[in-house]
């Protein structure tokens, strides 16, 4: 039985999905079981088509295209926030790790995430191996902290009255 040399990830990287969408960031989550790509306007048309546009407005790699799935089904999943919510997936090709595979993805709302792709075990396991220190892409987040540091290093009592509102007093 041959067995696949397991290819080295990061904690986040950049994946395509072929012609509709090249470098696009992910996220690599092995606490999550699923994989989940951000998707909006999804509907089901009164003939059963599953209909849904790849990332949103706002994202460099929406394009507004609609998709249109016969083959998809649904999964109950709890939200971050304990809520069980119902998410339709669906399959498409990706190229990960230079390495081309057919992956099941939940289609959700991720505009508010700093990554529009989320991969899970069920996708890399056996697969590939990831390496917590290697950070294939900048947070935005990080470069945003390294700013707000600078900005706080440069004037402590002008930064805290930029940011924080003096709370009002009872009377």
Known sequence: MA???????????RIDFGKRAAGVPA??????????????NIRVDKNGVLKFSLF????PHYNGKVFRRTDYSVAMVKSAS???IIKYRTHFTIRLGGRKMKVLFGLSDRSNHTYPVLIGRR?????????????EIESPKRLQTANLNKELAKNPHKFYKKYHKPKEEAS
């Open 3 to 13: 067995t696949l040399e397991r290819i080295v990830i990061g904690r986040n990287t």
């Open 27 to 40: 996220k690599i989550d092995t606490g999550a079981d699923g994989s989940a790509v951000w998707a909006s």
């Open 56 to 59: 949103g407005e706002g994202s």
């Open 82 to 84: 304990g809520h069980e």
């Open 123 to 135: 996708t890399l396991q056996g697969k590939f191996v990831v390496d917590v220190g290697v950070n």
